[in-house]
Each structure stands twice: as structure tokens, then as C-alpha cells.
């Protein structure tokens, strides 16, 4: 079964230092991957997705993720965080067979950044 | 990236009446529409896939006769629920998508149901 695991149910940094929010994913396959960001009592937003090539994947907001097949991972990072940054993050992933409709999502983590 | 519009963003209603939700992608045609619920410790559950001029796919656990979806164009999702009660007072979401594989969904803003 597909599935999406986001182990850490919170993160905390300090504003400036390097972010890193964790997703590791089960697919058959070679899925396609996404982060998204959710503000409160807002919709989520897109931040980046993997399709193909590059492992290393730029967004928005000076957001990247890294792309690692050998362990299924996809991991959302910042080298400097902001405070605004703030917020819940949504990994998840589609599938490119059959099931391509379906979107998994993580849990979630939420990240704090302090001043 | 392309817009959902969700609406309304907030609704307070009484037991036992109904409340009806829509989305609209306003930019492209969202052959998929997704309905998520999501609870106080953040997760989302998917509640039902919809696609266009049939019938939705309903998770596990859902009651179809409850949430009632319609995705009547290639523009419009409703969801509707039904005789509400006090404990499907919660966020729900609504996404949309296209048929590639490869791009992402977009999510409306979502509406906060309050049931009283």
C-alpha cells in the first residue's frame, strides 16, 4: 500500500538557522512527490514537487527538497529560516500507475521558528 | 500556480439542517475534485474523489448519504452535508486536479463548519 510517513510531529529552529522537515514515502514504483504548506485556518498551498531529473528540487519561498531513491525519502529544507516560516507542512506523494489520481498525505509537521 | 475557490469560508448552522459547499477551479479544468476533512491535530482525511459527470468515490468509513458530492462540471464540485450535527462541525477542503499525472493539486481555502 502507499503510504507517506512525516516522523516528526513538530519542529522547532531558530530564526536564521537551517531547516530541515522530514518525509519518507512507500510507493510502487517511482511516484511523484510534493510538499505543501498549510497557514491556520487556511487551504494548503504548493511549494515544489519532484517529477523526474534533478534530486535537488527549488520552491517557493527559498524552500528546496532533496529527492533520495535509495531511501524514499524527500526531505523539505531551508538553509535560513524566518520567522513567517512558521507554519503546518504536508508531504505527499502521487502515484504514476494505475492509481494516478490518488494523492497520499503525510501527517503533517509543524514547524516553529523563534525569533 | 492555478486557483480553487472555495466557498463559503465560514458557516455556522443549527442541527439538523443542511449546508452546502463549493469549489471552483477558476483557471483549468479539474477533471478530479478531492474533499478533505480536517481534524484539530492537524491530519487530513480524504473523504471522497470526484470526477466529472459521475458518480464519487467515497473512502471507507464515509457515509455517502451524509456527504453528498456533486461534480456536475469541469469547474464545480459541491459537497453537502446533510442533516448536520454538532459533531461534523470541523475544516473541510476541497482540492482539484487535472488528469496529469504529474502535476500537482490546488487547494481552495477551505470552509469551517460550525453546526450548532
Known amino acids: 500500500a502507499q503510504s507517506v510517513a512525516q516522523p516528526e510531529d513538530q519542529v522547532n529552529v531558530a530564526e536564521g538557522n537551517p531547516l530541515t522537515v522530514k518525509c519518507t514515502y512507500s510507493v510502487s514504483g517511482n511516484p511523484y512527490l510534493f510538499w505543501y504548506v498549510q497557514y491556520p485556518n487556511r487551504g494548503l498551498q504548493f511549494l515544489l514537487k519532484?517529477?523526474?531529473?534533478?534530486?535537488l528540487v527549488k520552491g517557493s519561498y527559498g524552500f528546496e527538497a532533496e529527492f533520495n531513491k535509495s531511501q524514499t525519502s524527500f526531505h523539505l529544507k531551508k538553509p535560513s529560516a524566518l520567522v513567517s516560516d512558521s507554519a503546518l507542512y504536508f508531504c505527499?506523494?502521487?502515484?504514476?500507475?494505475?492509481?494516478?489520481?490518488?494523492?497520499?498525505f503525510g501527517s503533517g509537521t509543524k514547524l516553529n521558528v523563534k525569533p | 500556480g492555478a486557483v480553487v475557490s472555495q466557498h463559503p469560508s465560514r458557516v455556522i448552522c443549527k442541527s439538523g439542517t443542511s449546508v452546502k459547499i463549493e469549489c471552483r477551479s477558476l483557471d483549468f479544468q479539474a477533471t478530479t475534485m478531492f474533499w478533505y476533512r480536517q481534524f484539530p491535530k492537524k491530519s487530513l482525511m480524504l473523504m471522497a474523489t470526484?470526477?466529472?459527470?459521475?458518480?464519487?468515490?467515497?473512502e471507507q468509513g464515509v457515509e455517502k448519504d451524509k456527504f453528498l458530492i456533486n461534480h456536475a462540471s469541469l469547474t464545480l464540485s459541491t459537497l453537502t452535508v446533510t442533516s448536520a450535527h454538532p459533531e461534523d462541525s470541523s475544516f473541510y477542503i476541497c482540492?482539484?486536479?487535472?488528469?496529469?499525472?504529474?502535476?500537482?493539486?490546488?487547494f481552495g481555502q477551505g470552509t469551517r463548519l460550525t453546526v450548532v
Open positions: 470526484s470526477n466529472e459527470g459521475s458518480k464519487a468515490t467515497y
Open positions: 482540492s482539484a486536479s487535472s488528469d496529469s499525472p504529474n502535476t500537482e493539486a490546488f
Open positions: 505527499a506523494v502521487r502515484d504514476r500507475g494505475y492509481n494516478f489520481n490518488k494523492f497520499y
Open positions: 519532484y517529477i523526474t531529473g534533478d534530486n
